[in-house]
């Protein structure tokens, strides 16, 4: 009986799903620029488009940044920056392009080192949420799920171990919403660094907010590429996006930027 119960949960469930992410469009961008490149990128490009496939959204993959236009990219209800990093646009008009997305009401997801992407660019930082400062070794460590009420990870278990590179940042945004800590009392490192000064030991892992119009999630977990395999992480994945879709297609009246550069008075 209580097997029978399980599968009727887990086929409403499904379905569940499928409905809300049936007919949206994702595109994966998964340029670096100079620097240290993921071995894991094809893992996830094959991950998010087997997600795809098992809930109704299509995908498309770039690692050309002249794609980013406002006719390409309204087409998209997300965009992912999977394991991208450092200056990976190439013109003033391409940023503009994707500031434009973000405030017509775009989603955007970005996976493990899209924290490192565009360190020197303040509104992207913002939109993510923080910057890639460093890592200790990779190593085993425990992940908690800090918000247990929020969509992205209400249905993922409460805790996991996994093995990873626990990031730490700089130049939080503070009005992002901590999703996943990692547990840093478990985290070993020789030499002279020191882990971060916060109360406790949980870190940031993973966030979440809404930016100039836009839907953001981050994670820092996935930077082995058995990863895109690990039906723990994959569940982590695929709750963020449907967070980061459950919103109408973006709307270009609403996108107003025509320069890079921000005022910061207006974002705090």
Known sequence: MKSTLALILFFIYSLTINAQLKNKHVLIFTKNGKGYVHENIPASIVAIQKLGIENGFSTDTTTNSAFFTDDNL???????FSNTNNDVFDTEEQKVAFMRYIQAGGGFMGIHSASGTERNWKWFKLMLGASFLRHPPFQHFTVHVLDKQHPAVKNLSGQWETNDECYFFKEFNSSVKVLLVSDISEIRESGKNIKPDVFGNRYPAAWCHEFDGGRIMYTALGHSKEDYSNTTYLAHIIEGLKWVMDKPRPD???????????DEMKYF
């Open 252 to 262: 270009y009246e609403k996108a107003k930027a025509t320069s890079s550069a921000i």
């Open 74 to 80: 309204k087409k998209y209800d997300a965009v992912i």
